[in-house]
């Protein structure tokens, strides 16, 4: 049961949180939903510049504008590096954008995705219909509401790709960068496999992307992170977190990523094998931070 509606209609300008002293304003011309759920506030909202826009707890998730840099970079990467996954498992990413991706290839027999917020999914199924895009009524997709952590903690299978799609580390997502929530990724992780999650806007998180390589570097022989520029989250790159005890995924070569892009038959608005080799190569202050060497 959602907790009372906030009415919100008189709602014209939504400034995002997530910084104290600096943040994006966004005109809304049309409230379509907000709510307090069980675990985050939950809104909705309609712009001229971004389409239709979607915020958890003061921070904006997902835009219809922006949305395919995004969940292109965070499935494909991992998922033409791998180049023969079956069985997925996607944490969070209630809005559908990543499990709408991870289907599209097409010898992926199995995905799961565990979300902790019903009323994400229900939402963005009703108001960005476009993100999902029916992905959630695939026979090959098993949705699941539950935490994470918890998830990881106790599931009895395991996933050639593990695609952590969280909020930012508050609220009901800071469980999802921590020690138990790796080792639980790793437990749940076939040998040879890879784990990429969300890891936030560098240039304003870097303690973000610290933590992570400390907290993950115990648990696989690669711990790195690529990049992307994702106009609505702003700062400058968006940086993903990238785990693997196979060395050689990381450094797929290009032909053989077109290859196997090709072979997928996509069709990509941001992604190109270009794109996913480049998106390796990061600034020297994220390097630096990285390599715990002081920038
Ligand atoms: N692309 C966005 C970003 O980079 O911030 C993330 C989008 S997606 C909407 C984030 C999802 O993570 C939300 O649906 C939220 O409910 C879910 N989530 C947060 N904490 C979670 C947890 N502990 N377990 C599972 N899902 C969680």
């Not at 476009?130 to 699941?144: K, L, M, Q, V, Y």
């Not at 995924?249 to 608005?269: H, I, M, P, Y």
Request: proline letters at 4%.
């Amino acid at each position: 049961m959602w907790i009372t509606c906030v009415a919100a209609k008189s709602m014209n300008k939504y400034l995002e949180t997530l910084y104290p002293s600096w943040g994006q304003r966004f005109v809304v011309d049309e409230v379509l939903f907000e709510h307090q759920t069980d675990h985050q506030h939950l809104v909705i909202f309609k712009n001229q510049q971004w389409g239709t826009v979607m915020a958890l707890d003061g921070v904006i998730q997902t835009t219809e504008k922006d949305e395919f840099v995004y969940h292109e970079m965070m499935t494909h990467v991992p998922m033409l590096a791998h180049g023969s996954a079956k069985k997925v498992l996607i944490i969070g990413g209630g809005d559908g954008g990543i499990l709408r991706e991870v289907l599209k290839h097409k010898q992926v027999e199995r995905v799961v995705q565990v979300e902790i917020d019903q009323a994400v999914i229900d939402m963005c199924v009703q108001y960005l219909p476009g993100h999902s895009n029916g992905a959630f009524d695939d026979p090959r997709a098993e949705i699941i509401i539950n935490d994470g952590v918890k998830y990881v903690a106790e599931c009895d299978e395991t996933f050639d790709v593990i695609i952590s799609d969280s909020t930012d580390p508050i609220g009901p997502g800071e469980v999802l960068f921590t020690s138990p929530f790796y080792q639980g990724v790793k437990r749940c992780l076939n040998a040879g496999g890879v784990f990429v999650a969300q890891n936030g806007v560098a240039f304003m998180q870097l303690d973000e992307v610290t933590t992570t390589q400390k907290r993950l570097s115990p648990e696989f022989n690669q711990v790195t992170f690529y990049a992307a520029s994702v106009p609505t989250y702003v700062g400058g790159v968006m940086t993903f977190a990238w785990a693997s005890d196979n060395k050689a995924l990381k450094t797929v070569d290009e032909a053989t990523l077109q290859g196997r892009f090709e072979a997928a038959n996509l069709s990509c608005r941001y992604y190109t094998p270009a794109v996913h080799r480049s998106a390796f190569a990061l600034p020297a202050y994220i390097e630096n931070a990285v390599n715990g060497v002081a920038s």
